[in-house]
């Protein structure tokens, strides 16, 4: 049996760990990153999968995603505005 205490003390880590501002970060970083990503995927899960144009896709890929080095993405750039107020609508 779990006891309250217990709950307690996992939720608030949770809690602790969501609202932190690398694991904000870290959500819009992905928002940007994953788009290109899945495109790919779709395109490696393909039943007639043609090779030239996965390497061609992967190139692409690979460009924009090491772009966003030097330019981040735009959910990337909105960190702020993601992060603010946070704490106050994920209350417990």
Known sequence: MIRNRDVDANTSGLHHNIVSFDFVALLCLM???LPPLAILSK????VDID???VESGLKIVLEEITSM???PGPNFLNI???FDG???RLFF
């Not at 395109?43 to 393909?46: G, I, T």
């Open 31 to 33: 928002r940007d990153v």
């Open 43 to 46: 395109k490696l899960q393909a």
């Open 51 to 53: 090779f030239a144009g």
């Open 69 to 71: 080095i030097d330019t």
């Open 80 to 82: 702020s505005a993601a």
């Open 86 to 88: 946070l704490q106050d």
